[in-house]
């Protein structure tokens, strides 16, 4: 059995009938990134970040390979339509709103490295170039330092040198025929911007007892601000400089009340742009995180488990039998006075003292953990949490 990688580094989208299929590719984003989180949860107790998108480009480029229970069962687990047709139209569509021209810098990118003398099928091809813009490349695997150092500089322009060394000569085997890459790259200035005097050393509660000294920054402005009674939480949205691009964040109100918020991540996430602006003291704490999420354990929970086995049809891509050995997520985000920095890449491998401030109607204070993800529209395109500081 020949192998496949997948490599996605991250972020995403937008009219009648194109503007339909984009608000049923929204929801079923909403339901990934939720379950994708869950999964998240069962490994880890500390800070989460994920790039759904740049999962889902990538794996939806993959499926244009896919046939018979593969197919259906990635369709299934990504919440796509069963339709290859209506995926294509999803992400024709997509792709060209992720390469239009921004008021921020939003970058997705497709690469297919595929070995030198193994043949992919034409319809694959025409999919790949025409729906994903996916550059295809010949690469002589054998040479694995030398393939490896190539894919690796790739996705460092790709990511502006914010995802580093996302594929290692341990990657490439003898039975690898194809590395397929998605490298996501997101930066934006916040439409209202911190004043970098009004940063000053504040405590993060990382429990009830404990906490740490961090930069908290601060501002009085309007914000869309509601209070979630259902989560026992407090929600505020912060523009960035456009119309469509925005961060949310979800403070407990308690400081062990994260676990409430996570419980009900679906609902969270379904609860569409609000508009109830309200002067709001805010303070958040400036943060870089970075991840490392190996996506298979998590593709199989969600019930993707042929493609990983001998079971495998991906006979759309080409003659010989394959199955994906790895599906790999590097993740970078990085929040201050100016704004937010965010990168992610995903490999799928074949066989990411201040002035006083004026008065506020409500306070916002994120000093303990919190939740936070990063729409586009409607479409998330990245989701976390900050638990230590």
């Known amino acids: 059995m020949k192998l496949l990688i997948l490599l996605t580094f991250g972020v995403v989208l937008t009219l009648a009938v194109e503007d339909t299929v984009l608000q049923l590719f929204s929801a079923g984003n909403h339901q990934f990134t939720a379950d994708v989180y869950k999964q998240l949860l069962k490994s880890t107790t500390g800070n989460v970040l994920v790039c759904p998108l740049s999962a889902e480009i990538i794996l939806a480029l993959t499926h244009a390979g896919a046939r018979g229970e593969t197919a259906k069962q990635m369709a299934s687990g990504l919440h796509l339509p069963e339709s290859s047709e209506e995926i294509q139209k999803i992400f024709t ?106 940063t000053a050393k504040k405590p993060f509660y990382l429990n009830a007892k404990d906490h740490v000294e961090v930069d908290m920054m601060t501002m009085v402005s309007s914000f869309n601000y509601q209070e979630v009674p259902e989560v026992d939480a407090k929600i505020l949205e912060m523009p960035y400089n456009g119309d469509d691009v925005f961060m949310t964040f979800v403070l407990p109100n308690e400081k062990e009340g994260l676990h409430r918020i996570e419980e009900n991540l679906e609902k969270l996430f379904e ?108 479409t998330i395109l990245f989701a976390g949490s900050v638990k230590q500081l």
Do not use: C
Not at 175 to 190: E, H, S
């Open 93 to 198: 569509k997509l792709t060209q709103d992720l390469n239009s021209e921004h008021k921020y810098t939003l970058n997705s990118a497709n690469k297919i490295y595929v070995k030198h003398d193994y043949s992919i099928n034409q319809q694959f091809k025409d999919v790949a170039m025409n729906v994903f813009d996916a550059g295809i490349k010949n690469i002589d695997f054998s040479k694995k330092q030398e393939a490896v150092n190539e894919i690796n500089k790739w996705v460092s322009e790709k990511t502006e040198d914010n995802i580093q060394n996302l594929v290692s000569t341990d990657d490439i085997k003898a039975t690898t025929r194809a590395v397929l890459i998605n490298a996501l790259f997101f930066q934006a200035k916040w439409r209202v911007q911190f004043a970098r005097y009004s």
């Open 271 to 378: 609860t569409p742009s609000f508009n109830n602006r309200t002067k709001v003291h805010v303070s958040v704490p400036k943060f870089k995180i970075q991840t490392t999420i190996k996506f298979i354990p998590i593709l199989k929970a969600l019930g993707i488990e042929d493609a990983f086995t001998g079971k495998a049809d991906f006979s759309g891509i080409g003659s010989e039998r394959l199955q994906i050995d790895q599906v790999v997520q590097k993740n970078f985000i990085a929040v201050d006075e100016e704004g937010t920095k965010a990168a992610s890449a995903t490999k799928v491998v074949m066989g990411l003292g201040a002035a006083p401030l004026p008065p506020a109607e409500a306070i916002f204070i994120l000093n303990r953990p919190f939740l936070y993800y990063i729409k586009k529209d409607e």
